[in-house]
């Protein structure tokens, strides 16, 4: 395990190594983990992206801020910056967590992240952990648009109408499939105006409901963009959404009218 390499992604070379190691080391390994390591390092990361977020967005009122932030640190994102270090290659798991590919595990992988960023704040104090936090968080800022981050698709599909003073969509439970234990919603997002009618499935309504907004919003877009100014219909199109993703997997054939009600994952402009 070349530790150095790890050290040289950082930026930030320990001055303790055993601190290091505790911070790679899961609690299957031995007694000796990363657990408080973790509790210490997401209290640095949270300051420490609450502080950059207040320099930055100088407009930005604090409900913003607290969704820009629990965006910034939640588990998912930590998982990716893991990943960028390849931080996989470095943990030290006990037997049955490596069997079970718990190198792979994002919970592991973003709790090691924070365990590490403990320990550079026991190692070498604050500065050092501040800058090896901005240096992650940086370049993701640079990247995305704070008035969207961390927004959920049926916000994001309400703002957008709003902002072309659309009526806000409905959404209808269209059919539930499967055991009761295991139910999928198939859920109708309409948006008359536009001749919006779109259909998503979930685990849960409110999943299905996002699914659908998430294809509406795509879908109202184009429409607009194609016509500014104007409301109209939406071509119609055939495509699947799988929640865990988002996933969109599209067809060019349209839905035939006279067919009854479109599948689940298809849309088509609404007939008047």
Do not use: W
């Given at each position: 395990?070349?530790?150095?390499?790890l050290q040289?992604?950082l930026?930030?070379t320990f001055?303790?190594?055993?601190l290091?190691?505790q911070?790679?080391?899961h609690r299957?390994?031995?007694?000796?983990?990363n657990?408080?390591l973790?509790?210490?390092g997401?209290?640095?990361l949270n300051?420490?992206v609450?502080?950059?977020?207040?320099?930055r967005?100088v407009?930005?009122d604090?409900g913003?801020?607290?969704?820009?932030?629990?965006?910034?640190v939640?588990q998912?994102?930590?998982f990716e910056?893991?990943?960028?270090?390849?931080?996989?290659?470095?943990l030290?798991l006990?037997?049955?967590?490596l069997?079970?590919?718990?190198?792979?595990?994002?919970?592991?992988?973003?709790?090691?992240?924070?365990?590490l960023?403990?320990?550079?704040?026991?190692?070498?104090g604050f500065?050092?952990?501040?800058?090896?936090?901005r240096?992650f968080?940086?370049?993701?800022?640079d990247?995305?648009?704070p008035q969207?981050?961390g927004?959920?698709?049926?916000t994001?599909?309400q703002?957008?109408?709003q902002?072309k003073?659309i009526?806000?969509?409905l959404y209808?439970v269209?059919?539930?499939?499967?055991?009761a234990?295991?139910?999928?919603f198939e859920i109708?997002?309409?948006?008359?105006?536009?001749?919006?009618?779109v259909f998503?499935?979930?685990?849960?309504?409110?999943?299905?409901?996002?699914?659908?907004?998430?294809?509406?919003l795509e879908?109202?877009?184009?429409?607009?963009?194609k016509?500014?100014?104007?409301a109209?219909?939406a071509k119609p199109?055939?495509?699947?959404?799988?929640?865990?993703?988002?996933?969109?997997?599209?067809?060019?054939?349209?839905s035939?009218?006279?067919?009854?009600?479109a599948p689940?994952g298809?849309?088509?402009?609404?007939?008047?």
């Amino acid at each position: 395990m070349n530790l150095q390499l790890l050290q040289t992604r950082l930026g930030y070379t320990f001055q303790d190594a055993g601190l290091l190691q505790q911070a790679l080391t899961h609690r299957s390994h031995s007694s000796l983990h990363n657990e408080r390591l973790e509790f210490l390092g997401d209290s640095v990361l949270n300051c420490v992206v609450a502080s950059i977020l207040y320099e930055r967005y100088v407009q930005i009122d604090e409900g913003d801020l607290s969704r820009l932030r629990a965006n910034l640190v939640k588990q998912q994102s930590l998982f990716e910056i893991a990943q960028k270090l390849e931080l996989s290659q470095f943990l030290r798991l006990g037997e049955g967590e490596l069997k079970s590919g718990g190198f792979r595990r994002p919970s592991i992988l973003a709790d090691t992240l924070e365990a590490l960023l403990g320990a550079i704040f026991l190692d070498g104090g604050f500065n050092p952990a501040r800058d090896v936090i901005r240096a992650f968080y940086i370049p993701i800022l640079d990247t995305v648009d704070p008035q969207t981050l961390g927004k959920d698709a049926k916000t994001l599909l309400q703002e957008f109408l709003q902002s072309k003073k659309i009526s806000l969509p409905l959404y209808n439970v269209v059919a539930t499939h499967g055991a009761a234990h295991s139910q999928e919603f198939e859920i109708e997002c309409l948006v008359p105006k536009l001749g919006i009618q779109v259909f998503g499935r979930g685990g849960s309504r409110r999943a299905g409901e996002q699914a659908a907004a998430k294809l509406a919003l795509e879908v109202a877009e184009q429409a607009l963009v194609k016509t500014p100014g104007a409301a109209r219909k939406a071509k119609p199109r055939a495509a699947q959404l799988k929640l865990a993703g988002i996933a969109t997997v599209q067809s060019s054939e349209p839905s035939s009218p006279a067919s009854g009600p479109a599948p689940a994952g298809t849309t088509k402009a609404a007939n008047k």
